[in-house]
């Protein structure tokens, strides 16, 4: 079996393309033949070692979380799902021919893969932190660094709440926010005063960590209203940081829902072979993403 992996921390030239043993389901997992994987931020946080403090892995490691295909292992105890199905979820070493997740729900009839496997930890990432936020409808929240996987799912799940949207992103993506049901806004110089101008603001997300937790506070008046999942420096200007997971399983359900009822859709900016990994994580680190990027197996 192939799959990317490194076997030190570092650049993107780190990663690897190699053969390795194929994985197995155990107790309430499933095995994955894999047709796409999700490529997030995440990932290459990991293999620059940024969490090894919070959350250690042992090397050489796999690469990724997030992927669709199809289940041709089931493990013990697991329940509503059979060899054969067309799944998407959450698990480990996901940039590789066969992957073993630990979440996974069926994909909502019309969805390709391509498209199915970067939904899964944008979504809970999205649902988790507009719960933590508190916002209600009615209300106004404000989403710095939008145009990306999590921004995108932010946008349609808060606005399908009744709740108005403001998102920040670059020039080029103010029509795409707009489309999405955003007030749209660009960052740079002068990006406070624009945002003011706009409305009252309730509540606020960083999802880019571009440095801006001061002005956010700013502009909702309390820190406890404002959650980064990009800066991890944010506690110490009293807003909160967001990184630990929900229930992955319930937020594929809601995915699946969203889906399936056309509230929900996130385009695929770029797809690349397992042997572009380095590349995918290049323009993933690079930011500036309108939706999703993937890795197609």
Do not use: C
């Not at 480990?92 to 979440?103: I, K, N």
């Not at 930890?121 to 209600?136: N, P």
């Amino acid at each position: 079996m192939r799959r990317v992996s490194f076997a030190e921390f570092g650049g993107p030239d780190v990663l690897r393309l190699v053969d390795a043993e194929e994985p197995h389901a155990g107790p309430g997992q499933v095995r994955i033949a894999v047709r796409a994987a999700g490529v997030n931020p995440v990932d290459w946080r990991i293999r620059e070692g940024q969490f090894q403090k919070v959350h250690p892995i042992e090397l050489p490691a796999g690469v990724g979380q997030d992927a669709s295909g199809v289940v041709d292992e089931v493990g013990e105890g697991v329940e509503g799902a059979e060899v054969g199905d067309p799944v998407f979820g959450e698990g480990t070493s996901t940039y590789a021919e066969f992957a073993v997740l630990s979440a996974w729900a069926r994909m909502p009839e019309g969805l390709t893969f391509e498209a199915a496997a970067g939904y899964p930890s944008v979504v809970e990432t999205a649902l988790r932190i507009i719960r933590q936020s508190g916002v209600r409808s009615g209300q106004t929240l404000l989403v710095s660094g939008a145009s990306g996987g999590v921004g995108s799912a932010v946008l349609q799940i808060a606005r399908d709440r009744g709740v108005t949207v403001i998102g920040t992103a670059g020039a080029a993506n103010q029509d795409y926010l707009r489309s999405l049901g955003a007030v749209a806004t660009t960052y740079g110089e002068g990006w406070v005063d624009r945002v003011r101008r706009l409305g009252r603001v309730d509540a606020a997300l960083d999802l880019a960590g571009s440095g801006v937790i001061r002005e956010l506070v700013e502009l909702t008046g309390d820190p406890q209203k404002v959650i980064s999942i990009a800066d991890l420096g944010a506690p110490e200007l009293g807003a909160r940081f967001s990184g630990v997971a929900g229930s992955v399983p319930e937020a594929l359900a809601e995915a699946a829902d969203l889906i399936s009822r056309g509230r929900l859709h996130i385009p695929i900016e770029r797809s690349y072979t397992l042997a572009e990994a380095a590349a995918a994580h290049i323009d993933s680190h690079a930011g500036h993403t309108r939706g999703r990027r993937v890795v197609l197996v």
